[in-house]
C-alpha cells in the first residue's frame, strides 16, 4: 500500500476490505435505521390513539364503566396535552412593549416568537416545558463547597491523622520494598507467594506474567510495581477495616443496622462524585486515589464477612460456648474459620473492584500503568496502549487469581462483571460457591466404595512405539548441539547488521598499512591491506545460539523433553502423571516440534545474506521431529484410553467455527509484516544513496572552497588589501552555508526515508523468511482434521480423541513457529528493527487451534484394571 501511494498509483486496501466493502453499504443501513426510527414513532402515535379507544369500547361492551370512563379521560388527557400551544417562560425580569406602553414582567408566558402572552408565571401550566427549570436553583453544589471548606479550614489535624497510615504504607511498600528491588526478586516472590496459597501452576504462571510485564522495559515494569503497591495497599487496608467491621456486624445487629444503609452509599453513589472531596482534602496523587479506591472496594468485604459470620450454625456456636468457651475464644476458633470461605470471596470481589479503580486512579493523577493507558488515549499512541493495555491485563489476572478462591474457575472478565453486578448484593456471590461446594461434598459422599485399582500395563507393540518416541525425542535434543546455521544467521540475520556474514576474516600473508603499498590510493590512515588473498573462514552456530537456531532451538528443546519425559514415566508407571505426559501429550508435543523444525528448515534467509548454509543440525531435528511423531501417533493409536466421562454425542460446530477462525487469522498474519524494519541502511536504496552521495559531493566541494576563501582572507588581511578581504570572507560564509544546507539536506532525507520507507517482511513474500506460507499449510491440515476429530464422519470417542491430538499438535507447532520468531528477534533485535503484528496473529491462531482440542483431549485418562470388589454387610 506504501508503495503503491508512493509511485502514484490508486491503493484500494486489502482484499478483505474489499470483500466487506462489497458486501456491506453503512448507506443503505442508515435507510433501513431512520424507517425503523420512523415506524417506531407512529406505531407509539397510533398507541395513543387506539389504547383509550379500547379501553372506551371494551369497558362498555363488558359493562365496565370505570375502565370506560378511565379511557375517555386518558384520551382527553392526549387531545389537551398535545394540542397545548408551543408556549414558553420566560425566565427572570423581561420588558415587553403592548399599545405603547413598557413595562416587565417576571416569567412572562411568551409565544415561540417571544411575542408575551400573558404577564404570569403560570408554572403550573407551563410545567412541561423546559424553561421552567430554570425558575428553581436548589444549591446542592453551594451546601457541599461550604462543608469541604469548613472541615478542611477547621479538621486539619484530624486530615493528617487520616492521611498518614495511607501515607506510610504506600512508601513503605511501593517505594521502600517494590521499587527498591530487583524486577526478579518481586516476580520470584510473587511465584512462591502463588506455589504457597494456591498451587505449583498458578505461581508459575503469575512469574511468567509478571515477567513479560518487565520485558516490555523498565518503564513500563515501574508502573506495574507502582500498580501491584496501589491495589496491595488499598486491598490491606480494605482487609484491616473490613473485616473487623464485618466482624462487628455480623454479631451485633444494630451495628449492622446503622453500617448497612452507608455500604448502600458508598456503593450507589458513583466514585467520580465522591472522589472530589478527597482532593480538596488531600491533593492528587497516589493517596487520594487509594482512599477513593478503598471506599469503593470495601463493601463486598464487609457485607459478605457480615453474612458468613452470620451463617455460622448457631448450634455450633451453642455448644461451643455450652462447653465454657469465652466470646472471643468463639469468634476466633469457631465463627472466623467457619466464616473462612465467605471472607475469602469477599477479599476476591474487594481485589477485582479495586482493579476496576485503576482508570479512575489515573485521572486523580496516581500513577501506574492506569497512567499509562490514560496517556496513550490522550495522545491517540496506539504502541503504548498495546503495551499498556498487555501489562494491565496481566496484572490483573496474576492477582484476580492469587485471591481466587478454589470454588470459582471462570476467567477474569466474568468475575470482574459478576463483582458490578453484584456489588450491592455481593451475599449472591456467597451463594453460587457455596452451591458448588455442597454439589462437590454430595458427589463425593455419594461416591460408593471402589476396589482396589490400577492403571493398564503397556503391552509390547505399545512399549515399542514409546522406545521409538523417546528415541526421536533424544535425537532433537542432541540436535541442538549442532550446527543449525553456518556463515550467517537465518532469523538473527533480519534483525542484527553483525549477523549478515558471520565469517572470520583471515590474512595467510601480512597486514601493510595501504598508504605504503599505493601513496597515491588515498587510503586513511590505520587502513590496512593483506599481502595475500583474503581467506574466510567458516563459522557455524549451534539450536540454541543467538546467531542460531535461537528460540526455534529453546522451544524445540521445551517439546522434545515434555516427549521423552512422557516416554520415561508411561515406561515406568502407566498413567500416573498428569494426562499431558501420556499418549496425547506426546503425540501433540511431537507434531509441534516438527513442524517448528521443518518450518526453520525451510525459512529463507535475507536478500542481503551473500553466503549462508543451514547446519545438519535442522536436518537431524526434522528426522528426530518426524521419528517421534511416528512413533507417538502409533503410541497414541495402541494406547488404552478411555474418557473420564462420555462425550457429546453432537458435532461440535463450535469447534470448526475456532478452527475457520484460526485459519483466517493465518491469512491475515501472512499478508500482515512480520518485521519492520526502520534502520538507515535499510530505508536507503540504491538511487536514495547516489542522491545522497551527490548532494554530500556537493557539500564537500563547498567545504572545500570555504577553506580556500578563509586561506585568500588571510593572505588579504595581511597584503592589507580590505576588498579582496571582505569578498573573500563573503565567498567563505556563502560556501560555509551552503555547505550547511547540504547537511541539512541529508539529514532530511534520511528522516524522511526512516519515516516513510520503512522496510516491510510479511509471512508470504519470498524476500522475508517465508514462514507464513508453511503455517497455513498447517493450519489447512489442521482444519481438515477438524472434521473426525468433532465427530463428522462418526461419533467413536476413541477416535475423535486420537484426531484431537493431532489437531492440537499442529495448533502447538504454529504457535511455536510465531513465538519463536518474535523471541528470536528481541533477543538479538538493532535499534528501530522491530517485529510485526502478523507474527502476533499467526501465535493466536495456533493458541486457538490447539485450544479447539484441549478440552477433549484433557477428558482422557488411561484405562484402569480393579482388583475384587470389597464385600458389603448384606444386612444394610
Known amino acids: 500500500g506504501v508503495l503503491a501511494q508512493t509511485n502514484g498509483d490508486e491503493y484500494r486496501g486489502h482484499f478483505i476490505d474489499r470483500f466487506i466493502d462489497t458486501v456491506t453499504s453503512p448507506e443503505a443501513g442508515d435507510v433501513v435505521v431512520d424507517w425503523i426510527k420512523v415506524g417506531i414513532e407512529w406505531l407509539v402515535l397510533i398507541a395513543f390513539i387506539v389504547v383509550p ?23 382527553l ?81 484530624t486530615l493528617e491523622v487520616i492521611e498518614w497510615p495511607f501515607a506510610t504504607l504506600l512508601r513503605l511498600i511501593v517505594d521502600d520494598w517494590l521499587l527498591g528491588m530487583s524486577w526478579l526478586t518481586v516476580c520470584i516472590a510473587v511465584f512462591a507467594l502463588g506455589w504457597a496459597v494456591r498451587g505449583f501452576q498458578v505461581g508459575a504462571l503469575s512469574f511468567i506474567g509478571l515477567t513479560i510485564c518487565a520485558l516490555l522495559g523498565e518503564d513500563f515494569w515501574r508502573e506495574t510495581a507502582l500498580t501491584i503497591g496501589f491495589i496491595g495497599v488499598a ?37 467520580f ?47 461451643s460456648r455450652a462447653y465454657g468457651a469465652p466470646e472471643w475464644r468463639v469468634l476466633l476458633d469457631v465463627q472466623i474459620p467457619l466464616a473462612r470461605p465467605a471472607i475469602m470471596t469477599g477479599l476476591n470481589q474487594t481485589l477485582l473492584l479495586a482493579i476496576s479503580m485503576l482508570g479512575v486512579a489515573a485521572i486523580m493523577g496516581a500513577g501506574g ?148 603499498l599505493d601513496p597515491l590510493s588515498g587510503a586513511e590512515v590505520g587502513e590496512s591491506t593483506c599481502t595475500r588473498d583474503i581467506e574466510w573462514i567458516s563459522n557455524s552456530y549451534n539450536g540454541v545460539a543467538a546467531s542460531g537456531g535461537s528460540w526455534h532451538g529453546i522451544f524445540l528443546a521445551v517439546a522434545a523433553a515434555v516427549v521423552l519425559w512422557s516416554a520415561l514415566a508411561t515406561l515406568w508407571r502407566p498413567g500416573a502423571g498428569s494426562g499431558w505426559f501420556s499418549a496425547h501429550g506426546a503425540a501433540v508435543f511431537s507434531i509441534g516440534g516438527l513442524v517448528a523444525s521443518f518450518v526453520f528448515l525451510l525459512a529463507n534467509p535475507p536478500d542481503n545474506v551473500l553466503v549462508h548454509s543451514t547446519g545438519f543440525g535442522v536436518w537431524v531435528a526434522v528426522i528426530g521431529g518426524l521419528l517421534a511423531t511416528v512413533g507417538a501417533i502409533a503410541w497414541l493409536w495402541l494406547a488404552p484410553m478411555t474418557a473420564r466421562r462420555p462425550l457429546s454425542a453432537n458435532i461440535g460446530w463450535g469447534r470448526l467455527i475456532g478452527a475457520v477462525f484460526a485459519v483466517l487469522l493465518l491469512v491475515m498474519g501472512g499478508y500482515a509484516g ?59 560564509n556563502d560556501a560555509l552555508a551552503l555547505a550547511g544546507v547540504r547537511a541539512a539536506d541529508i539529514a532530511a532525507k534520511i528522516a524522511e526515508a526512516k519515516r516513510t520507507g ?10 522475508g523468511a517465508g514462514m507464513g506460507i508453511w503455517t497455513l499449510i498447517a493450519g489447512i491440515g489442521a482444519l481438515a482434521l477438524v472434521f473426525p476429530a468433532i465427530g463428522v464422519f462418526g461419533i467413536d470417542e476413541g477416535l475423535r480423541y486420537r484426531w484431537s491430538a493431532l489437531v492440537a499438535g499442529l495448533g502447538l507447532g504454529i504457535a511455536m513457529v510465531a513465538l519463536g520468531w518474535v523471541a528470536s528477534i528481541v533477543r538479538v533485535a538493532d535499534a528501530n528493527f522491530v517485529t510485526g503484528v502478523g507474527s502476533v496473529f499467526v501465535m493466536a491462531a495456533g493458541a486457538t487451534i490447539f485450544a479447539t482440542s484441549r478440552g477433549t483431549l484433557g477428558e482422557f485418562d488411561r484405562n484402569k484394571v480393579y482388583g475384587d470388589i470389597p464385600e458389603t454387610d448384606g444386612s444394610a
Open 758 to 767: 520503512d522496510v516491510i517482511h510479511d509471512g508470504f513474500e519470498g524476500s
Open 235 to 271: 486491598v490491606l487496608l480494605c482487609v484491616i477495616v473490613g473485616i473487623p467491621v464485618g466482624v462487628l456486624c455480623g454479631r451485633v445487629d444494630g451495628a449492622w443496622k446503622v453500617v448497612r444503609p452507608v455500604m448502600d452509599a458508598m456503593q450507589v453513589i458513583h466514585s
Open 53 to 75: 379507544l379500547m379501553l372506551i369500547f371494551g369497558g362498555m361492551r363488558g359493562r365496565r364503566y370505570g375502565m370506560a370512563a378511565g379511557g375517555l379521560i386518558a384520551g
Open 674 to 732: 512480520w518485521s519492520f524494519d526502520t534502520r538507515t541502511e535499510s530505508v536507503i536504496g540504491p538511487e536514495l544513496r547516489a542522491d545522497l552521495d551527490r548532494i554530500a559531493e556537493e557539500g564537500a566541494v563547498a567545504q572545500r572552497e570555504a577553506v580556500e576563501a578563509a586561506a585568500a582572507a588571510d593572505a588579504a588581511e595581511a597584503a592589507g588589501d580590505v576588498d579582496l578581504y571582505q569578498e573573500m570572507r563573503r565567498v567563505e
Open 369 to 516: 500503568l492506569g497512567r499509562l493507558l490514560f496517556q496513550a488515549i490522550a495522545n491517540l499512541d496506539v504502541a503504548l496502549a498495546g503495551s499498556a493495555g498487555l501489562a494491565f491485563f496481566l496484572v490483573a489476572v496474576v492477582l484476580d487469581r492469587l485471591s481466587q478462591t478454589d470454588a470459582d474457575s471462570s476467567n477474569l472478565f466474568s468475575r470482574i462483571a459478576k463483582a458490578w453486578a453484584n456489588r450491592r448484593t455481593p451475599e449472591k456471590l456467597l451463594e453460587e460457591a457455596q452451591a458448588a461446594a455442597d454439589e462437590k461434598v454430595f458427589k463425593l459422599a455419594e461416591e460408593p466404595e471402589t476396589p482396589e485399582e490400577s492403571f493398564v500395563p503397556a503391552s509390547g507393540k505399545e512399549r515399542a512405539s514409546i522406545v521409538v518416541t523417546g528415541l526421536g525425542a533424544l535425537i532433537m535434543l542432541v540436535s541442538l548441539l549442532l550446527p543449525w546455521t553456518t556463515d550467517a544467521g537465518l532469523v538473527s540475520a533480519y534483525a542484527r547488521a553483525t549477523d549478515v556474514d558471520l565469517r572470520t576474516e583471515n590474512c595467510p600473508g601480512q597486514w601493510i598499512e595501504t598508504a605504503a
Open 77 to 157: 388527557a392526549i387531545w389537551w396535552y398535545r394540542t397545548l400551544p408551543k408556549e414558553r417562560i420566560a425566565s427572570g425580569f423581561t420588558t415587553f412593549t403592548e399599545r405603547g406602553e413598557t413595562f416587565e414582567c417576571k416569567n412572562a408566558i411568551v409565544d415561540s416568537e417571544g411575542e408575551l402572552l400573558w404577564c404570569s408565571s403560570g408554572i403550573v401550566s407551563q410545567v412541561r416545558q423546559n424553561t421552567v427549570l430554570d425558575l428553581w436553583n436548589i444549591t446542592v453544589g453551594d451546601w457541599v463547597e461550604q462543608t469541604v471548606f469548613w472541615v478542611d479550614n477547621n479538621l486539619r489535624k
Open 273 to 319: 462524585v465522591y472522589m472530589l472531596p478527597f482532593i480538596f482534602f488531600f491533593g492528587v496523587g497516589f493517596v487520594s486515589a487509594t482512599m477513593v479506591t478503598m471506599t469503593f472496594a470495601l463493601p463486598p468485604l464487609i457485607r459478605l464477612t457480615n453474612l458468613g459470620i452470620r451463617q455460622v450454625p448457631e448450634d455450633v456456636v451453642e455448644a
